[in-house]
């Protein structure tokens, strides 16, 4: 049986773990994999996240299961981070929520939920998208369409365009949107293109899916989600997906939380049930221990205050960093406008530049970056800054 099928390639970024480890040049830098690093290239755990860690070791008593919707406390508090506490959405009881394998894990749910409706769904996905957006969707069996997005040229949204195409969807249409720090361009919507978006919504029928991966480090934590928020308010049904990789740093913990805002409380109370179905007939439960982990940060002031200020921390030096690149590219008096980057948010930019010079720059100054030029800023250091720059220039 098993004969019938042959190996797949490598996953491209992935791949180039493996090349950078092996890389032997002193000042080769990984700009790949989109985790976020600390000035000496560490992935710390947050003091937070110990010190709840701590906690939680000296209270549990029990492995058993803690049933289909996760740790309660998790979702009701992730809910509360996304919608805000003046929801009228959660006022009302119509947001429906359960915990998930990371925010692959809300994705997929939310899919298999789209799936489960009748009619044939078409599900959008702004140009260019997170790679893995296509992959979870389409093995859910969704049809799936881009929409234009983003202006390579320029390193901005074109939402002109984006604009254009949603004016031409209806009730059979999922728009996927990112809530903030657009992976992997970093170029967001700004509040008026938000309010935009949720008018066509209003109008055409189409449902908005957004996910929601870096809360916290674009503008922060409020700012971040204030284009949801209002789409919440304007529109009756939404999507949520929701990840604690980056804003907790709880990659390998593999802790999301999926989110449905529907029409009243009767129809929330009925996709509960039709999450924790389709969570049941995939993995079951999901792992509880970073959804304990969070729900004791967002319960405790004092926990949640520092939290908070490690995030914002974060997020401040990767706009140093982003800073620090462009000035660093000027000073080279390159014949290229780069002052993109800057105006982009979160982790991740495009540098706008060809494959050829991608690879030029892996080959010849041990600098890797994904093919498509996507960078993850927070890959750099301050000891880097003109290491790159330079190389930057002799390539273009």
Known sequence: MFDQLSALPADPLLGLISIYRDDTNPNKVDLGVGVYRD??????????????????????????????????????????????????????????GIQTPG???????????????????TIWVSDPTWANHIPLMKSAGL???????????TGAVNFEAMDAQLAKLGPNDIVLLHGCCHNPTG?????????????????????PFVDIAYQGLGDGLEEDVKGIRYLSEQVE?????????????LYRERTGCLMIQTKNSEQADAIQTQIQDVARAN?????????YLVDIILSNDALRTEWKNE?????????????????NIQQQGIDKDF???????????????????????????SIYMADSSRINVAGLNTQCLEYVAKALKSVL
């Open 103 to 121: 925010g692959c894990g809300a994705l997929r749910v939310g899919a298999e939920l789209l799936k489960r409706v009748k009619g044939e769904l």
């Open 283 to 291: 993995y079951s439960m999901s792992p509880a221990y970073g959804g």
């Open 311 to 327: 995030l914002d921390s974060m997020a401040l030096r990767v706009k140093s960093l982003r800073s620090g690149l462009l000035e």
């Open 339 to 365: 002052s993109f980057i800057t105006q982009q948010k979160g982790m991740f930019s495009y540098l706008g530049i060809n494959i050829e010079q991608v690879r030029q720059l892996r080959n010849e100054f």
């Open 187 to 207: 170029a967001d919507l700004s509040f008026e293109n938000w309010q935009q978006v949720a008018k066509r919504a209003s109008e055409q029928g189409f449902i």
């Open 143 to 153: 049809e799936i369409k881009p929409y234009p997005y983003f202006n390579i040229e």
């Open 237 to 249: 049904e939404l999507i949520v997906a929701t990840s604690c990789s980056k804003n907790f740093g």
């Open 39 to 96: 000035e000496t290239g560490h992935t710390a755990i947050m003091s937070a996240i110990q010190k709840a860690a701590r906690q939680h070791m000296e209270t549990e008593d029990s492995k058993t299961y803690i049933g289909p919707q996760g740790v309660p406390g998790f979702v009701s508090g992730i809910k509360s981070l996304v919608f805000g506490t003046a929801s009228s959405a959660l006022s009302n009881q119509r947001v429906a």
